[in-house]
Antibody
Framework: EVQLVQSGAEVRKPGESLKISCKGSGYSFNNHWIAWVRQMSGKGLEWMGIIYPDDSDARYSPSFRGQVTISADKSISTAFLQWSSLKASDTAMYYC?????????????WGRGTLVTVSS | DIVLTQSPGTLSLSPGERATLSCRASQSVSSRYLAWYQQKPGQAPRLLIYGASRRATGIPDRFSGSGSGTDFTLTFRLEPEDFAVYYCQQYGNSPGLSFGGGTKVEIK
């Protein structure tokens, strides 16, 4: 089955670090772009960044550059999104999404999301 | 960066009615690189349309996309399962991609 499986919900305190994951299967994960998308509660979709797992070429939205790090481990078909110092405003649902056929940056495959809660 | 503005913010319609959703870009979207997604509560978005007018795999033909340049439209005749939030997304212009703010289609 073609799918993206995201890691489970996380609860952290402000200032803590976090790394969430997105594992692909059923298709050539390493040769397709993987994006990370933030959705705050009741709000719209925000593009954070994108990575090509085969060579770890990562691009960032100007709004998120320097705030998060996107990486990938092609040996395990997994992409990651990490924070070094979380803020309460990072509380949101985070989706990974992939294009699976075109190479263009629209996304026909989505994970179910990872809910990150940052609270003291 | 390209800013996408969707209108209306909320659309109240009855099943069987025609929904017309607008997505306007702050500058021309290259090569009609415009996609539409549907998101239902508690679910991830689902790709409906790419390339402004091409239906994604498995999407019913009641959904159609049109437009070019800075003005794009998603239209469909409403079935009960279509009540959701719809987002447009451009992917043709540097530095990356961007989403519109969404249109909620609710039951009248």
């Amino acid at each position: 089955e073609v799918q993206l499986v995201q890691s489970g919900a996380e609860v952290r305190k402000p200032g803590e670090s976090l790394k969430i994951s997105c594992k692909g299967s059923g298709y050539s994960f390493n040769n397709h772009w993987i994006a990370w998308v933030r959705q705050m509660s009741g709000k719209g979709l925000e593009w954070m960044g994108i990575i090509y797992p085969d060579d770890s070429d990562a691009r960032y939205s100007p709004s998120f550059r320097g705030q998060v790090t996107i990486s990938a481990d092609k040996s395990i078909s997994t992409a990651f999104l990490q924070w070094s110092s979380l803020k309460a405003s990072d509380t949101a649902m985070y989706y990974c999404a992939s294009e699976t056929a075109s190479g263009y940056w629209y996304f026909d495959l989505w994970g179910r999301g990872t809910l990150v809660t940052v609270s003291s | 960066d390209i800013v996408l503005t969707q209108s209306p913010g909320t659309l109240s319609l009855s099943p069987g009615e025609r929904a017309t959703l607008s997505c306007r870009a702050s500058q021309s979207v290259s090569s009609r690189y415009l996609a539409w997604y549907q998101q239902k509560p508690g679910q991830a978005p689902r790709l409906l349309i790419y390339g402004a007018s091409r239906r994604a795999t498995g999407i019913p033909d009641r959904f159609s996309g049109s437009g070019s340049g800075t003005d794009f439209t998603l239209t469909f005749r409403l079935e009960p399962e279509d009540f959701a939030v719809y987002y447009c997304q451009q992917y043709g212009n540097s530095p990356g991609l961007s989403f519109g703010g969404g249109t909620k289609v609710e039951i009248k």
